[in-house]
């Protein structure tokens, strides 16, 4: 399923969010984010841009990016539950990385928490595991501990 990828339009600001809160829905029942650590300042100062990937005018696919120094730090990639495994994701990964390969950077970031099952997905998108910690700022559904994966993908 080929889709266009482009920046996110003050007219997909509504669509985006629809696209993440069907997607993090599922995940909604392993985690949530801590309010307190919402509510933190985190006094960083990246600038957070936003693509969409667009089927027949349809946003079935967002995701968040910041330039961290050398390497694209990947937020929030989502895609639409009805989409799923329809190789979307990739697609999205695919073109920042291709992005990030022509600003002369030298890898892609992102965080994950363990519990959702995403590490094996993110191991099929070309990403390795750097780091594993306990993932202080998220609240367990289940009450259990939460580990979250440090991954990134040389390019
Ligand atoms: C994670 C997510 C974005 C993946 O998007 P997607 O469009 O379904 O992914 P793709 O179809 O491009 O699949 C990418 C690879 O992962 C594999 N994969 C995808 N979902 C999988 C699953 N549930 N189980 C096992 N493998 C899976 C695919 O087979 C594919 O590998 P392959 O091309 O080698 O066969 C999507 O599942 C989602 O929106 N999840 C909810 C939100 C979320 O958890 N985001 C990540 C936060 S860190």
Redesign the pocket.
């Known amino acids: 399923m080929e889709v266009i990828i482009r920046d996110v339009a003050e007219r997909d600001q509504a669509a985006a969010r629809a696209v993440q809160d069907a997607?993090?829905a599922?995940?909604r029942t392993v985690y949530r984010p801590c309010p307190k650590a919402v509510a933190a300042p985190t006094g960083k100062n990246y600038v957070r841009h936003r693509l969409v990937a667009v089927f027949c005018e349809e946003v079935v696919?967002t995701v968040g990016y910041e330039v961290q120094v050398d390497r694209l730090h990947v937020i929030?990639?989502?895609?639409h539950?009805k989409?799923?495994?329809?190789?979307?994701?990739?697609?999205l990964m695919d073109h920042l990385a291709e992005f990030a390969r022509g600003q002369g950077l030298r890898s892609l970031s992102?965080?994950?928490v363990e519990e959702?099952?995403?590490v094996?997905?993110f191991l099929?998108?070309s990403f390795a595991v750097v780091s594993r910690n306990p993932a202080e700022d998220l609240e367990s559904v289940m009450g259990n501990e939460l580990m979250e994966a440090f991954m990134m993908r040389a390019l």
């Open positions: 997607a993090f599922l995940v696919g929030g990639l989502a895609v539950p989409y799923h495994r329809c190789g979307i994701g990739r697609q992102l965080y994950t959702t099952g995403n094996p997905i099929r998108l």
